[in-house]
T-cell receptor
Framework: NAGVTQTPKFQVLKTGQSMTLQCAQD?????MYWYRQDPGMGLRLIYY???????DKGEVPNGYNVSRLNKREFSLRLESAAPSQTSVYFC????????????????FGNGTRLTVT | GQQVMQIPQYQHVQEGEDFTTYCNSS?????IQWYKQRPGGHPVFLIQ???SGEVKKQKRLTFQFGEAKKNSSLHITATQTTDVGTYFC???????????WGAGTKLIIKP
């Protein structure tokens, strides 16, 4: 099992460019998440999908869109990149929605290191 | 919004010394998860605590959940170089089932 696979691993964008981060999981998990991690700030939730067919905003959704393509795949799109979006992006999945009474742990991908100049 | 305080931000120890990180909330927690992130890596799930006063051990790691379910700690006995990384708590609260992350405690082994 590959677990959670993210692509690309690294990306450099110019301000105003767009890109899509891809994420796929092979654990048959219901819930998927996109986080960003900045130094000293821990993990901040951008968007999540509690189950196939649903998506919801997290703590910092501005400037991003997501698509839950199917149960396996959850993509994150930056329509017009800004330097403030320079960060490390992690995709994660869990069997049931994090924080729910089912208390499922999160499984993370290896991350995408994005720089916007 | 609801927050969880994780302290300290950094801890420098000599190899063989102990390490402790604390996670504190002003609100009653439903459960708490602990994760470890190695430098350049991704967070990896360590354990989950659900019950008041719960204590769980994984080799040299001891996890505790406070009696009031408002705080938790992770203690590492006799640190080794393999323990280096950042330790995060992630909590959910009875009133809100969203997962909230602490800022992490970075364990640094002095050379």
């Amino acid at each position: 099992n590959a677990g959670v696979t993210q692509t690309p691993k690294f990306q450099v964008l110019k301000t105003g460019q767009s890109m899509t981060l891809q994420c796929a999981q092979d654990m048959n998990h219901n819930s998927m998440y996109w986080y960003r991690q900045d130094p000293g700030m821990g993990l901040r939730l951008i968007y999540y999908s509690a189950s196939e067919g649903t998506t919801d905003k997290g703590e910092v959704p501005n400037g991003y869109n997501v698509s839950r393509l199917n149960k396996r795949e959850f993509s994150l799109r930056l329509e017009s990149a800004a330097p403030s979006q320079t960060s490390v992006y992690f995709c994660a999945s869990s069997e049931e929605a994090a924080g729910s009474p089912y208390n499922s742990p999160l499984h993370f991908g290896n991350g995408t290191r994005l720089t916007v100049t | 919004g609801q927050q969880v305080m994780q302290i300290p931000q950094y801890q420098h120890v000599q190899e063989g010394e102990d390490f402790t990180t604390y996670c504190n909330s002003s609100t009653t927690l439903s459960n708490i998860q602990w994760y470890k992130q190695r430098p350049g890596g991704h967070p990896v799930f360590l354990i989950q605590l659900v019950k008041s006063g719960e204590v769980k051990k994984q080799k040299r790691l001891t996890f505790q959940f406070g009696e009031a379910k408002k705080n938790s700690s992770l203690h590492i006995t006799a640190t080794q170089t393999t323990d280096v990384g950042t330790y995060f708590c992630a909590v959910s609260m009875d009133s809100n089932y969203q997962l909230i992350w602490g800022a992490g405690t970075k364990l640094i082994i002095k050379p």
